[in-house]
C-alpha cells in the first residue's frame, strides 16, 4: 500500500539516479569553476581562499606580527593563506578551530572542537599565550535546513556566537572578518556591529558566486565591548 499523501511514489531506484543526476551536474560545474582549478594548482585546500585573498588584498587585514583566530576554519584554506602572509618570524600566530577533523597545516595550531563550549575557548586561550587577536575570521555557515526563517534564525544565533567569542578574544582595535547572509539576519547583526567598531563594511568578493547570497562583513577598530 502507498504511503498516504503519496497515491503515486516514485521508486526508489529513479530517485536514487536523479540523485546521483543532480550530484554529477554539480561535480561538473565545480570542477570547470576557475577557482577550484586555481585552488588546486597552488596547493589549497578549496576555493574559498580566493575570498580572503580579495578582502586582504584590498583592505590588508593580514600582517607579519598578525594574531589569527580561524573560526570553523576546516577544511583549512583560509589558515593556509593566513600562514603563508603572517610567516614563521615577527611572533605571528594562527589558531585554527572546527568540530571536524583537519590535516594539519604548518605554522597554525589547530584545536578540534566548538569555539562556543567552555573547554575549547580556554585551550584557545592557552594557545594564545595572554594575548589577544588581531583578527578574527570566521567563513562559517549554519546546518541549512530549507526553511528559511529557520535558517535565517540559525544564521542569526551562528554570529551572535561569535560575536560572544570577540568579547573575549579580540583585542581593542581587532577587526573581525565573517560570512553572512542577505537578509534580515544580516541587517541585525551589521546593527550590533556598527555599535562595537568604528568601522564596518560589507564586502562581495569576486569569488563568491554571482547565484550566492553570501556577503562578508569586515569589521574594524574593535571598541573592546560587545554589550
Known sequence: ?????????????????????????????????PYVQRARQAGFRARAV??????????????PAS????LGAAPGSWSQYAAARIGGGGGGRIIAVDRR????????NFIRGDFTNESVVAQIATALEGRLADLVLSDMIPDISGI???????????????LEFCRGALKPGGQLLTKLFAGEAAQA??????????????????????????????????????N
Open 1 to 33: 500500500m502507498a504511503p498516504y499523501g503519496s497515491p503515486n511514489p516514485v521508486p526508489a531506484d529513479m530517485t536514487r539516479n536523479r540523485k546521483r543526476g543532480k550530484t554529477g551536474q554539480w561535480a561538473a560545474r565545480h570542477n570547470r569553476d
Open 50 to 63: 580566493f575570498k580572503l585573498e580579495h578582502i586582504d588584498r584590498k583592505y590588508r587585514l593580514l600582517k
Open 67 to 70: 594574531v589569527v583566530v580561524d
Open 101 to 108: 577533523a583537519m590535516r594539519a597545516i604548518e605554522k597554525v
Open 148 to 162: 528559511r526563517i529557520c535558517d535565517q534564525a540559525r544564521a542569526e544565533t551562528l554570529q551572535y556566537a561569535v
Open 189 to 226: 547583526i551589521r546593527g550590533r556591529l556598527d555599535g562595537c567598531f568604528e568601522q564596518v563594511r560589507t564586502i562581495k568578493p569576486d569569488a563568491s558566486r554571482s547565484q550566492s547570497r553570501e556577503i562578508y562583513c569586515l569589521a574594524r577598530g574593535y571598541a573592546g565591548d560587545m
